[in-house]
C-alpha cells in the first residue's frame, strides 16, 4: 500500500518562496511519473508541474520561470520550489505518483494537499 506525505505549504507574503517535499512510502517497486496539482477553492483542480522518471519537465504556463520541479529517486521523493509567489498561487496543493507500489500495476497516487497561501 503506497503512503504519500507532504510538506512545506504555510502562509507567505507576495514574492516569496516555499518548497514542497512529497515523499512516498510502500513496497515501491518502480516510480515514473511525479508531479503537483493544485485546487483553488471554487476552481477545479490543474496541473502545476510534472516530471519524468528520465528528468523531463513540464509545467504550466503560468508558473514557468517561478516554480521548480525536481526529484530524488534515492529517497521516492518529489519538490516543488516555488518563487516570486503570487496571490493567484493559493490553493490546495497535491502531489501525484505513478508507478508500481505494492502491486505490479501502475497506478495514480495522490497526496493529501497541503495548502498554501499567499498575501497580497
Known amino acids: 500500500q503506497a503512503q504519500l506525505e507532504e510538506s512545506g505549504g504555510g502562509l507567505v507574503q507576495a514574492g516569496g518562496s516555499l518548497r514542497l517535499s512529497c515523499a512516498a512510502s510502500?513496497?515501491?517497486?518502480?516510480?515514473?511519473?511525479m508531479g503537483w496539482y493544485r485546487q483553488a477553492q471554487g476552481k477545479q483542480r490543474e496541473l502545476v508541474a510534472t516530471?519524468?522518471?528520465?528528468?523531463?519537465?513540464n509545467y504550466a504556463d503560468s508558473v514557468k520561470g517561478r516554480f521548480a520541479i525536481s526529484r530524488d529517486n534515492a529517497k521516492n521523493t518529489v519538490y516543488l520550489q516555488m518563487d516570486s509567489l503570487k496571490p493567484e498561487d493559493t490553493g490546495v496543493y497535491y502531489c501525484?505518483?505513478?508507478?508500481?507500489?505494492?502491486?505490479?500495476?501502475?497506478?495514480?497516487?495522490w497526496g493529501q494537499g497541503t495548502q498554501v497561501t499567499v498575501s497580497s
Open positions: 501525484k505518483i505513478t508507478g508500481q507500489i505494492g502491486t505490479w500495476r501502475s497506478s495514480d497516487y
Open positions: 516530471i519524468s522518471n528520465g528528468g523531463d519537465t
Open positions: 510502500g513496497k515501491i517497486f518502480r516510480i515514473t511519473a
